[in-house]
């Protein structure tokens, strides 16, 4: 068996595969500071949760945040687990057309990744991921990462609002808002959601103009059910879409890890 780390800015993704099956998920916050031993106190109720018994002995892990990425890899030695970070190093079926590819964050390859591992023939894939931030990817139909866009996520948005006004109110996100919004604070959430919701319609009509060819949209990440009811754009919601990646990942190269 397999478990899958993602760790964001904002939370952490565990996922327990076996055969290439997602059994469970679960996520907790990203702590600012949490440690070795309470890290490893989570994995151990995970696994016990969810394994049924069965050994877990192999863990891949994403990354943005690096503290917290030794934290955990050190967890998962104290609970018998080999732990390997992916990187754009690895063979992850794609081809990758960026500047720097080290500069890539490594959950937007894992994403085009496991898409690309599902996608019918001939098909672009456009892959928008909300989470801290919203990153809109393009896949062309050969494999080829050809990258995309970096926008701040929600709770940056929020908080960037509250940051640069005086007047307004400290609130609550939610799920949904009206449209007009007859108060402040509804102003706030229409304007932070729906604003979301088309700025990712948006870049994927732009994204698909340059591929030319029958595109498949991937909507993922964090506040991908919250965002995906707002969206007009022919969107597949797939929450799991990066820890299937580190499975993809697993796959394909776990002859020499």
């Known amino acids: 068996m397999l478990i899958a780390l993602d760790i964001g800015n904002t939370h952490i993704d565990f996922g327990l595969f076996s055969d290439g099956a997602l059994l ?32 877990v002995k192999r863990a891949l892990i994403a990354s943005v945040v690096r503290d917290i990425e030794t934290d955990l890899i050190a967890a998962c030695n104290r609970c018998d687990i080999a732990a390997h970070s992916v990187d754009s190093d690895w063979g992850l079926g ?41 990153t809109v990817d393009l896949l062309s139909a050969e ?5 995309g866009t970096i926008a701040p996520g929600l709770q940056m948005m929020l908080k960037s609002l509250r940051a640069g006004t005086s007047l307004l109110p400290e609130i609550e996100l939610g799920d949904c808002a009206p449209l007009p919004a007859g108060n402040t604070p509804d102003g706030m ?3 932070i ?14 994204l698909s103009e340059i591929a030319g060819i ?10 991908a059910q919250r965002l995906y009811p707002l969206t007009r754009s022919n969107w ?22």
């Open 24 to 55: 469970a998920r679960d996520r907790i916050r990203t702590p600012d500071q949490a440690g070795e031993t309470n890290h490893a106190i989570w994995l151990m109720d995970f696994i016990a949760k969810h394994a049924n018994h069965q050994p």
């Open 94 to 134: 794609l081809q990758i057309r960026y500047d720097n590819p080290q500069h890539v964050g490594i959950d937007r390859l894992l994403a085009a990744s496991a898409a690309l591992a599902e996608a019918a023939p001939d098909t672009a894939l456009i892959i928008a991921d909300a989470g801290t931030a919203i």
């Open 143 to 147: 494999g080829i990462f050809l990258g």
């Open 189 to 191: 959430r229409a304007g």
């Open 193 to 206: 959601l729906f604003g979301a919701a088309s700025l990712i319609d948006g870049l994927r009509d732009r």
């Open 214 to 223: 029958p595109i498949q949209s991937i909507l993922t990440g964090g506040d």
């Open 236 to 257: 597949q919601c797939d929450s799991t879409l990066v820890l299937r990646g580190l499975c993809v990942a697993y796959e394909r190269n776990k002859l020499t890890v």
